[in-house]
């Protein structure tokens, strides 16, 4: 769904299987926003930020969770680790914005990883 919204919105999107497959996109994918679900295989989201942040610490991410329980204390932790916070079901136009802010425009490229997406500008 992510993935087509993004592409309607003039985003590039490329895919990934897992977390783990999604740090090899990141090693090779000039990315200016990553977008990831908490729960995924291989690792979490929280896991990927934080290996992100480690090579890109500038680089914004967003963390989408499921659980409503743990939106607050997410959000907390985001705003002291460099990420913002969405609850499930996400959206769009919310995400559509946050992106196009994080980002600074609307013409970003975005790779899809089953549960995560990168975005990159395409200048």
Same mark, same amino acid.
């Given at each position: =769904?992510?993935? %087509?919204? $993004?592409? @309607?919105?003039?985003?590039?999107? +490329? ?5 783990? +497959? ?6 090779? $994918? %000039? ?5 990831? @679900?908490?729960? =995924?295989?291989? =690792?979490?989201?929280? +896991?990927?930020?934080?290996? /992100? ?9 967003? /963390? ?6 743990? +939106? #607050? ?18 959206? /769009?136009?919310? #995400?559509?914005? #946050? ?7 609307? %013409? ?16």
């Amino acid at each position: =769904m992510l993935r %087509d919204f $993004f592409t @309607d919105r003039a985003y590039t999107v +490329e895919t990934a299987a897992d977390g783990p +497959e999604a740090l090899l996109q990141l090693a090779t $994918f %000039d990315t200016d926003l990553l977008v990831t @679900d908490l729960q =995924m295989p291989g =690792m979490s989201g929280l +896991e990927l930020i934080r290996a /992100l942040h480690a090579a890109r610490p500038d680089c914004p991410a967003v /963390l989408i969770t499921a659980s409503v329980d743990r +939106e #607050l204390p997410l959000r907390q932790l985001g705003l002291r680790a460099g990420f913002d916070t969405l609850c499930k079901p996400v959206d /769009l136009d919310a #995400l559509a914005a #946050l992106a196009d802010r994080l980002t600074g425009t609307s %013409d970003a490229s975005v790779v899809r990883a089953s549960d995560q997406t990168l975005f990159r500008n395409p200048t």
